[in-house]
């Protein structure tokens, strides 16, 4: 959805690496246009550009990635289980990345957090994939880390707007505990929303995770990531939006005390 020819920094100039990592799996899913809900401003940019660090400053191979634009309920099944199957044959070896930007929902009993395909009804929580499912399946077979990254709030708000039918009440959902090797970094906090980062033409926390990444050329602690995006996205939220937005990171119990040492890549 890039308009006028415009090009983001981060999109620019982007370091490339001369090391192929061929234990380095990413699944990046852009969901975009919904049949039944309102558009995600942005999150096909998101998930191109995700794409491209991925090739170029974290030396995947080609086929060691999976993009998936504007996924449906069967294909969010299918992509999970093929990086499932990674895990389970590459076990140890394997650095896995999970990249979502779309809406996420809660379900209004429960309290449960789904992610949503773009066949899916906010309404309908059965047709929605709750990232506790997400969560135990990716968790386990044990890997080197598993890192997800989630430009997705879900709270019933969405990036430009409520989902269905302008809901207007907002709900903190109950995010499931994470196990294993399981490293998690959300786009926002409770019932607050995950807003676009319109002058840049992407997510606000996508913006501000890919510029880390730029800025330290390859290098970088989780630690580090965490404290400047959290930081960045809070500041530029409360200024742009006039709202919080507060990314939250999660971590499984293998790297619970030494998370913030670990490298990213």
Same mark, same amino acid.
């Given at each position: 959805?890039?308009?006028?020819?415009?090009?983001?920094?981060?999109?620019?100039?982007?370091?490339?690496?001369?090391?192929?990592?061929?234990?380095?799996?990413?699944?990046?899913?852009?969901?975009?246009?919904?049949?039944?809900?309102?558009?995600?401003?942005?999150?096909?940019?998101?998930?191109?550009?995700?794409?491209?660090?991925?090739?170029?400053?974290?030396?995947?191979?080609?086929?060691?990635?999976? +993009?998936? @634009?504007?996924?449906?309920?069967?294909?969010?099944?299918?992509?999970?289980?093929?990086?499932?199957?990674?895990?389970?044959?590459?076990?140890?070896?394997?650095?896995?990345?999970?990249?979502?930007?779309?809406?996420?929902?809660?379900?209004?009993?429960?309290?449960?957090?789904?992610?949503?395909?773009?066949?899916?009804?906010?309404?309908?929580?059965?047709?929605?994939?709750?990232?506790?499912?997400?969560?135990?399946?990716?968790?386990?077979?044990?890997?080197?880390?598993?890192?997800?990254?989630?430009?997705?709030?879900?709270?019933?708000?969405?990036?430009?707007?409520?989902?269905?039918?302008?809901?207007?009440?907002?709900?903190?959902?109950?995010?499931?505990?994470? @196990?294993?090797? +399981?490293?998690?970094?959300?786009?926002?906090?409770?019932?607050?929303?995950?807003?676009?980062?319109?002058?840049?033409?992407?997510?606000?926390?996508?913006?501000?995770?890919?510029?880390?990444?730029?800025?330290?050329?390859?290098? +970088?602690?989780?630690?580090?990531?965490?404290?400047?995006?959290?930081?960045?996205?809070?500041?530029?939220?409360?200024?742009?939006?006039?709202? +919080?937005?507060?990314?939250?990171?999660?971590?499984?119990?293998?790297?619970?005390?030494?998370?913030?040492?670990?490298?990213?890549?």
């Amino acid at each position: 959805m890039k308009s006028n020819g415009f090009v983001s920094d981060i999109d620019k100039n982007i370091p490339v690496t001369n090391k192929v990592n061929t234990y380095r799996f990413a699944l990046i899913i852009g969901n975009e246009n919904y049949k039944n809900e309102i558009t995600v401003k942005y999150a096909i940019n998101d998930a191109n550009s995700f794409k491209s660090y991925c090739t170029k400053m974290m030396g995947m191979p080609e086929e060691n990635i999976h +993009l998936i @634009k504007n996924a449906s309920y069967g294909q969010l099944l299918n992509e999970l289980k093929w990086i499932q199957n990674v895990q389970k044959a590459y076990r140890e070896k394997a650095e896995i990345i999970v990249y979502y930007a779309g809406h996420g929902m809660p379900d209004e009993n429960s309290k449960g957090a789904y992610i949503l395909p773009v066949d899916g009804n906010s309404t309908i929580k059965q047709s929605g994939i709750s990232l506790d499912t997400i969560y135990n399946q990716l968790a386990y077979y044990p890997t080197k880390s598993t890192t997800i990254f989630l430009d997705a709030c879900f709270s019933g708000a969405a990036r430009n707007g409520n989902l269905t039918k302008g809901r207007g009440v907002k709900i903190t959902p109950q995010i499931p505990k994470v @196990k294993g090797s +399981l490293i998690i970094m959300t786009a926002s906090s409770g019932n607050e929303t995950a807003f676009p980062y319109e002058k840049e033409q992407h997510g606000l926390f996508t913006y501000y995770l890919l510029k880390k990444m730029k800025s330290n050329n390859g290098f +970088l602690s989780y630690g580090d990531l965490c404290e400047f995006v959290t930081t960045e996205v809070t500041q530029k939220s409360v200024v742009v939006n006039k709202k +919080l937005q507060t990314p939250t990171i999660t971590v499984g119990p293998m790297f619970e005390s030494r998370w913030k040492d670990k490298i990213v890549f």
